[in-house]
């Protein structure tokens, strides 16, 4: 794949220097353009484009691709309008899949929530195994900045990528599924679609499926077959891995779930149980995933990371018998905090702060169910957190899991992440632990 015309790259974060990079390295003097929706366009050597010259310059064909990163929705109506122009859209994982796919074995890990975890985890099973194994897509590096170095390449990818990948992997996994990205897929039926899309494919590749597909009839369809299905760890595996995890830094029964999910996708892989265990022991929390802070003798739990209401539901449960103040709030993207607020009581918590725009829906529904749990809502972070130190004596633990991304208030979840454990620092007092 030499590209013979100019090319667009359509977005300007961390998969796209990634490609503009692999482009100058591969083809020094091909034209790009750039363009971006929103923020600064500042990739190296690109000439810039706004987004609504697009379509014109799609009529005179001035490129011949378009490059889309994975943040930008492969349902915006431009590039139904490419295509018909002959146009292809092709993304950063798609050229490394055209280059290197070949070249190693290739494990591919999604799902609404866990693939971060259970991707890291069999990243470390396999290496302390002594098998070469590289990692990227969301965690790790770009899939063209890893390019063909490992013999194993395990590629953690959003439903943004899966939605349009266009290779077989040798082993495919799916931890679960629940609605999420509503706004970039259109419906949850599309989400749902997009997702299932790792698995739902012609070729035979075994497929491991975590315990959070248990029962789900979509998952069951995409299967096929469940002969794909990778076999279940034996009562000493599940031993072994059990309780190497209670001894970890995994927290939650979400995560023995993803460790489990993992072991048994590193066993397939050829690792050993030693090497398993060994990776679960070497295992340090994602930032912002159930990062733990102390402060005045109070706890803190930067779970922003968690955009969905089961990846809020997971992290309350990592704390049980103890009293909760839950920030959580964000970007709307439709989904569903009748179930959550219900189960709010039962997990500890005391007190709720609600942040715009998706907390007012919580913050109702949650009085209607629990009346006995104190709902604020403030207006911003800063607000809630100075809330939360004036009413500091009816809990003892307070954990930032959104239910919903960030972006409506803060460039991305590390940044509101950074920004909770600053306010903690500040309101609170000195850590002590």
Known sequence: MLFEEPVLIYGAGREAVSTRAFLKAIQPDLKVFVTVDSGAADLDDTAFMAPEDIRDAIRVHRFGDIIKSPGVSLYKPVFDYARDAGIAITSNLNIWGHF???????????????????????????????????????????????????????????????????????????????????????????????????IDRDGGFPVALGAGTRGNGLVAKAVRDHRRLLRDLNAEELAAVDAATARSRLKGAHNLDNARLAAQVALAAGATLDGIVQGIKAFRPLPHRLEEHSFGGMLFVDDSIATTPEATKAALAAYPNQRLALIAGGHEREQNYAELAGLLAGYGVTTLACL???????????????????????????????????????????????????YNQFKNFEERGRRFVDLARTLFGQAWA
């Open 100 to 198: 290197f796919r070949d070249n190693c074995t290739v494990i591919t890990i999604t799902g609404t929530k866990g693939k971060s975890t259970t991707a890291t985890l069999l990243h470390l099973m396999l290496t302390r195994s002594g098998i070469d194994a590289g990692l990227a897509g969301n965690v790790g590096v770009a899939p063209l900045d890893i390019a063909d170095k490992h013999a194993v390449v395990i590629l953690e990818l959003s439903s943004y990528q899966t939605a349009d990948m266009n290779f077989l992997p040798d082993i495919a996994v799916l931890t679960n599924l629940y609605p999420e990205h509503v706004d970039w897929h259109g419906s949850v039926d599309r989400y749902f679609r997009d997702k299932l899309r790792l």
């Open 356 to 406: 715009p725009v998706t907390g007012t829906r919580l913050a109702t529904a949650t009085r209607a169910v629990a009346p006995a749990i104190t709902v604020l809502t403030p207006p911003d972070l800063e607000s809630a957190m100075q809330a939360l130190h004036d009413q500091r004596e009816h809990f003892d633990t307070v954990i930032l899991s959104p239910a919903a991304p960030s």
